[in-house]
């Protein structure tokens, strides 16, 4: 039983064994710090892949959310609420600022949404930068308690001062979050997901509420959005109206488009590939943006399923190439999987 | 009551600059469908152009506005070639990534190039003039004529001559322009170079009074679309009277209600009203 499960998981086993055995890997805490945020832009990657990778609706309000969540915690949790409380309420208040915000754009569709979701982002910054009373301004908010310790039974408790333990907190909420996606994603409503994206009036047609699909999707997002958020204040301490801006999206939408929209290694690949990319490439980080930009052009135009997606269909190919060798009948291994064509 | 006469001045020459760049896109985006998000940012690429010609080059400040006009009608054919023609038959969400990518980069060649700093061009008619008690200085009242001269060539264009009719007829049916032997790709490329050549030259003719700055683009390209979007995708008076609306929301609501929270007013409005029309106010069909 175990050893079958190692054979056949093998490729991810040994993925989660090297990021448990992170901390005794990196380098110097700098390093460390630059892979804890990798993981928290990770969540926000997964999240939006699933409304825009999945769902087909490009949401560029994702930052926005983002700056929801962090704002929460951070003023909860400098009023005194617990980090585990504070946490979840953000969540929530965010999906619920998503549900209103998606009733009059989730009618519209490509561009509109495109467009008025980014509005929407902009109009969180723009609060955020405004309304001094509450949010600090431009200053933002600063000293955010790190996240409250877990009492356990006989050991004393958890703390999160140290950036080991911060680290195994975001991984714990990557892998929470990677296991939602891979349930919904593979569940029915997966399914309708992509049959919106595909094809919005037949998925209309064959009788999906296609409506209460993209809300639901969307609604999902939102949740895990600002729940990275909320991680991302806490583990950081400080934050400003620059949390919730658009460019936070757009490095989303180019580590998720890099990594291979609509496939759940994708974003999480490009997530920790671009930044960590980036480090050792120093001298390139004033052309950062330049790099990015033009990338995101090749990568739509030429391999508008990114690197993971470029793997999977290789993959398939070698497959079907076998077995026609071995049985002389062409083989459909792709049919049915949600890893298809974005 | 002078207050409110200089806010209206403030909202039309605005509103000016508005109506000049949202007619520009919703040349690319009503009529070639191409979401050209990146148009924000080919205006502030306009405003640049001027400024180094005229500061660096000395350049008078009409030669270096129609010679910005040149380059960046070149720029733009450039972009749809290069980021948006191999889209063409992709889902809509495709360019508009693709557009992303594109102003992207814009921006961040401006300031790895020129400075992230805003710079200023000199003023070239500084001179204060008086009209019914309200003062405004001459640039002002140059950019309200030269926009509303810009408008009308560009009606005449889009209806009295061969080219013009053309993108006319592109939008109505292409595959009806392909049949009569209309070159789709042609009529592209011109529509981009006219789209981007007027948001040069409304960037040049506002330079002197703002400045300009790799994140004057951004903000502009979003009213842009929001205008095109409430006037009416690929419709030209909606642009214009889109425009000059929006110009003079911001300008009243700005010095009366909240300077803060100006553009917050225009952003909410897009929202609220694509909650009423999914597809804009005088929409026709969903993107």
Aim: aromatic share 12%.
């Amino acid at each position: 039983m175990v050893l079958q499960l190692i054979k056949q998981k093998w490729f991810y086993l040994a993925i989660l064994a090297i990021a448990l055995a992170v901390p005794l890997l990196v380098p110097n805490r700098y390093f460390f710090q630059i892979i804890i945020i990798s993981c928290i832009f990770a969540i926000a990657t997964l999240s939006m892949n699933l409304i825009l990778g999945y769902t087909g609706q490009a949401s560029l309000a994702h930052a926005g959310f983002f700056g929801i969540g962090a704002y929460g915690v951070g003023l909860m949790t400098k009023a005194g609420v617990s980090f585990w409380l504070a946490l979840p309420a953000s969540a929530l208040l965010a999906a619920l600022v998503g549900f209103l915000i998606g009733i009059p754009t989730l009618r519209t569709r490509g561009s509109y949404f495109a467009i008025a979701t980014l509005c929407f982002g902009v109009i969180v910054s723009i609060i955020a930068g405004n309304w001094v009373s509450l949010t600090g301004g431009h200053t933002g908010v600063v000293g955010i308690p790190r996240p409250s310790p877990i009492p356990l039974p006989l050991a004393g408790e958890i703390t999160f001062q140290t950036q080991t333990a911060q680290y195994y907190l975001v991984l714990a909420f990557l892998l929470l979050t990677l296991f939602v996606m891979h349930r919904l994603v593979y569940s029915l409503q997966g399914l309708s997901f992509m049959a919106v994206r595909n094809n919005e009036v037949l998925a209309d047609a064959v009788g999906i509420n296609t409506f209460a699909t993209k809300m639901l999707s969307f609604v999902v997002a939102n949740f895990f959005a600002a729940l990275a958020g909320g991680i991302y204040a806490s583990i950081i301490g400080s934050i400003s109206p620059s949390t919730a801006s658009y460019t936070l999206t757009f490095n989303w939408l180019v580590y998720l488009l890099l990594g291979g929209a609509a496939t759940l290694s994708g974003p999480i690949a490009g997530a920790f590939a671009i930044p960590i990319l980036m480090e050792y490439m120093q001298f390139l980080e004033e052309y950062r943006q330049l790099i990015f930009g033009a990338l995101l052009i090749v990568v739509i135009i030429y391999f508008p399923r990114g690197l993971m997606g470029g793997l999977a269909s290789l993959r398939v190919k070698a497959v079907n190439y076998s077995h026609r060798r071995k049985a002389g009948v062409p083989s459909a291994a792709e049919s049915g999987k949600p890893d298809q064509a974005f | 009551m002078e207050l409110f006469l200089q806010q209206i001045i403030n909202g039309i020459m605005l509103g000016s600059t508005y109506a000049v760049v949202a007619l520009g896109l919703t040349l690319v985006f009503g009529i070639l469908h191409i979401p050209n998000f990146a148009h924000g940012h080919l205006y502030m690429l306009g405003g640049y152009v001027t400024f180094f010609l005229v500061t660096l080059y000395g350049f008078g400040f009409w030669t270096a506005m129609i010679s910005s006009m040149v380059v960046l009608a070149l720029v733009g054919m450039f972009v749809e070639r290069v980021v948006y023609r191999p889209l063409r038959n992709q889902p809509h969400i495709n360019s508009f990534i693709s557009a992303i990518g594109a102003l992207m980069f814009l921006e961040t060649f401006v300031i790895v190039a020129w400075g992230p700093q805003g710079q200023r061009i000199p003023n070239p008619y500084p001179n204060p003039i008086e009209i019914m008690g309200i003062i405004l200085t001459q640039q002002r009242l140059l950019v309200i004529i030269a926009a509303i001269v810009l408008i009308i060539l560009l009606q005449l264009f889009l209806k009295k001559t061969t080219p013009g009719t053309t993108i006319e007829a592109v939008a109505q049916n292409r595959e009806g322009a392909m049949l009569v032997g209309i070159n789709v790709n042609r009529v592209s490329s011109m529509t981009f170079a006219i789209a981007t050549a007027t948001a040069a030259a409304a960037a040049s003719l506002v330079a002197p009074i703002f400045m300009v700055s790799p994140s004057m683009g951004a903000l502009l390209g979003m009213k842009a679309f929001i205008i095109v979007i409430l006037g009416g995708l690929g419709s030209v008076p909606g642009a214009i009277c889109g425009g000059y609306i929006l110009g003079l929301i911001e300008a009243l609501g700005g010095g009366y209600i909240s300077a803060d929270y100006k553009d917050v007013f225009a952003f909410g409005a897009l929202i609220l009203i694509l909650a009423i029309k999914p597809t804009g106010l005088f929409g026709k069909e969903a993107g």
